[in-house]
């Protein structure tokens, strides 16, 4: 029986997309490419591009960017009709993701709507939270640091609990945060050990240590955030 992919392609620098990603992709016969819905977001396709089978079918499903999950999982069960329909006529079909498929990925929303009988195989990709690490030369975490990943669209209230007992962190989907992003940073004293990466792995990526500026007026939904409290 032909197979479901979930395929992370890394932060975006192509020669960071594993070859068992290349490997799958260069003989595969669907593609489903997550677009939001004002079709901007073909990024994963753009990294992918040189690997994916040039005879593959491509089909775009649309995954709003919203935050409410009752409008995203109804994506996701639209994009597992699609998938199943493909694999069972023997169609090798996979879906492509920006970084590993188990971070924040609308993956997950279409898995979870698949049929127990359809065969899953997920490749991980490397997150952009370890490519922005590299790309600063710094570790997220050593000996018995706890690291917490935070998404920068959850309650104060939450990422406070979280910053209470952590001693690296991640702040992800920043864009649209700053305030919040900022004032958590003052608080909690973390200013001076934290950088912003924007677009990592892409030849304009852009790295700020002074986070007020590079915050302020910032447009790029590809921006992380470092930072770990003074020992
Ligand atoms: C929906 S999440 C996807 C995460 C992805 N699955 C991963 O493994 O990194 C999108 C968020 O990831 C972060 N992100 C993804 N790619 C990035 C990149 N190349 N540079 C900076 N941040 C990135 C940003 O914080 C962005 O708002």
Not at 160 to 187: I, R
């Amino acid at each position: 029986m032909a197979r479901f992919y979930g395929i992370g392609v890394g932060p975006g620098d192509p020669e960071l997309l594993t070859i068992k990603a290349a490997r799958i992709l260069e003989s595969i016969d669907v593609l489903l490419l997550p677009e939001s819905q004002k079709g901007n977001n073909n990024i994963a396709y753009e990294i992918a591009a040189e690997h994916i089978n040039p005879e593959a079918k491509l089909i775009s499903v649309e995954f709003p960017m919203v935050t409410d999950t009752e409008i995203i999982n109804k994506s996701g069960k639209l994009a597992a009709e699609v998938v199943e329909r493909y694999v069972r006529e023997g169609k090798n079909t996979a879906f492509i993701t920006l970084g590993d498929p188990s971070v924040y990925s609308t993956y997950n929303y279409i898995v979870k709507h698949l049929s127990a009988d359809i065969e899953i195989e997920t490749v991980p990709g490397i997150t952009s939270f370890c490519a922005a690490a590299a790309r600063v030369n710094r570790s997220l975490a050593e000996g018995d640091e706890i690291l917490s990943i935070i998404p920068a669209t959850s309650t104060k209230r939450l990422m406070e609990m979280a910053l209470d007992v952590t001693h690296s962190v991640v702040f992800m989907k920043v864009y649209n945060q700053k305030d919040k992003v900022l004032k958590l940073l003052e608080e909690y004293e973390m200013e001076d050990s934290s950088v912003l990466v924007k677009r990592c792995g892409f030849e304009d990526c852009s790295v700020h240590y002074d986070l007020k500026e590079a915050l302020s007026g910032d447009k790029q939904y590809l921006s992380i955030v470092l930072s770990r409290k003074e020992s």
